[in-house]
């Protein structure tokens, strides 16, 4: 009768691999004996060595912060009197030093967490406020850093501001350099990459156009890239190599939003099946989904905390708390709700199909301070170029609608987008006193996405010739790409 080996070679198994782990020969956990090499040479041994595991998420982090920390002394040594040599001085300076450090490190992170809102848009001084922000003196405000075929639906940056990715109606996404204008494309693979990813058949109809991408987000790392579009499906992208790497299933509609949470491997995609689902990027892995809107979601943001706000056709706002599964609900009275961003944890602002832009607290369930007409159609844009072939959509001119917000993140700079021919750049002011224009930028175009630079020296804007979401509105004078316009700091 055989016998379970589990039982009777349990003692044996034990003693074989005690003996392998206390071999002298075998001190490397990841070569020799232990991955079946007894008897290896310099080759083998070369080989085992490229089989090292990566580093943990734990272990980078920990080298970035010793990297971060060593650089940010010798800046200050750097910027100490370099007359003062002597030694009697040197501990007190080395102490003075890592002081200095340590309340820039602290400051950064307040700033990081959203509990600090850096003064870059307005700064107070004794008895006036000025604009920390100077009007930029190019008379041709943004210039064309990368070239589309179809309108540009979707832009985000990278966190080191180094990176851009920009995506189109007819579904090509580029990756482009900042500095150089540099581009490259990111190649779709054939339908069979595509189902050996995890991508199904998507449900109704497929056309032509159904890689038509909406939607754009980078992890905070750098390391993934997601797209969305009318496919119904949100695809990873691998950065560093431009490969497809996987594709999510699962929503009904499609998926018009998308967002990372920052510091995390957690991705957030708002879909026209009114839903948001939480799909966790490391692991590959879908992890739950948020209901609550009655209509199209359109936009989402997302920090650092477990909170979504998102934005639908339903004429509300709702905040989402993740991790205690209770939700805000902000309604809007007269008009629908296109787009919304987080100032920070306890503020945010919205765009809607009037113009408006609100400025809405986390206490309150009505705005606490609403720019009416915020984009008022520029007479100099419209001289036969701009039109709106008749359809203005719940009574609004299409080219007036605030179709795009962004805020520099843990400050007071904001951006809204329309296609009235410019970008405007809000002072949001303190404790909700409310939000104060800075200048006009001009740019002919639907402004359908706007991303801040981290450093809020440079904003880069996404621009085509008709909406994001649809065709109600065309600029024939407008250039599809991606533009950028310097902002110089005091």
Not at 365 to 384: E, M, Q, R, W
Request: proline residues 2%.
């Amino acid at each position: 009768m055989n016998r379970d080996p589990f039982f009777s070679n349990s003692k044996r198994r034990k003693k074989n691999e005690d003996e392998v782990i206390e071999s002298e020969e075998e001190e490397d956990f990841n070569g020799g004996m232990l991955n079946g090499g007894g008897e290896s040479g310099e080759e083998e041994e070369e080989e085992q060595e490229e089989l090292v595991p990566e580093e943990t998420a734990g272990e980078k982090r920990q080298r970035i912060a010793k990297a971060l920390v060593e650089k940010l002394r010798a800046n200050e040594k750097e910027l100490e009197d370099e007359d003062d040599e002597e030694g009697d001085r040197e501990f007190e300076k080395e102490g003075e030093r890592d002081s200095s450090v340590a309340k820039k490190l602290m400051q950064q992170q307040l700033e990081d967490s959203g509990r600090l809102r850096r003064a870059i848009a307005s700064r107070m001084l004794t008895f006036t406020s000025t604009p920390r922000v100077q009007k930029p003196e190019s008379v041709d405000g943004f210039e064309v850093l990368v070239k589309h075929r179809q309108s540009v639906t979707a832009v985000c940056l990278s966190d080191d501001d180094s990176k851009g990715f920009s995506a189109s109606k007819d579904g090509m996404i580029l990756h482009w350099d900042v500095d150089s204008g540099k581009a490259e494309k990111y190649q779709w693979p054939n339908e069979d990459i595509l189902r050996s990813h995890g991508a199904k058949n998507p449900e109704g109809r497929a056309t032509k156009h159904s890689r038509n991408v909406l939607a754009l987000a980078v992890s905070t790392d750098g390391r993934y890239l997601a797209s969305g579009g009318l496919d119904r499906h949100v695809h990873l992208w691998d950065t560093r190599t431009r490969e497809h790497i996987q594709a999510f299933p699962g929503h009904k509609g499609p998926v018009s939003s998308l967002t990372f949470r920052k510091g995390s491997s957690e991705l957030f995609s708002g879909s026209f099946d009114r839903s948001i689902k939480i799909w966790n990027v490391e692991d590959r892995a879908y992890m739950s989904t948020l209901f609550g809107h009655q209509s199209e979601v359109l936009t989402i943001d997302c920090l650092w905390q477990e909170r979504v706000l998102a934005v639908a056709r339903d004429r509300s706002m709702q905040l989402f708390k993740v991790h205690d599964e209770s939700r805000l609900i902000f309604r809007s009275s007269t008009s629908s709700l296109e787009c919304c961003c987080f100032i920070d944890n306890s503020e945010f602002l919205s765009g809607s199909d009037d113009g408006n832009i609100a400025l809405w607290g986390i206490q309150k369930k009505k705005p606490v301070y609403i720019v009416k007409n915020a984009h008022a159609l520029s007479t100099d844009v419209n001289n036969g170029e701009l039109k709106d072939s008749g359809r203005n959509y719940n009574g609004h001119i299409a080219s007036s609608w605030v179709s795009s917000l962004a805020v520099c993140r843990s400050s007071d700079l904001a951006a809204s987008g329309a296609g009235n021919g410019s970008v405007h750049l809000w002072a949001i002011e303190g404790s909700g006193k409310g939000i104060r224009p800075l200048y006009d930028l001009p740019l002919i175009g639907f402004v359908n996405s706007l991303a801040f630079a981290k450093s809020g020296k440079f904003l880069v804007a996404g621009v085509g010739q008709e909406p994001r979401l649809g065709r109600w509105g065309c600029n024939s004078a407008a250039r599809n790409g991606v533009a950028i316009q310097q902002l110089k700091l005091l």
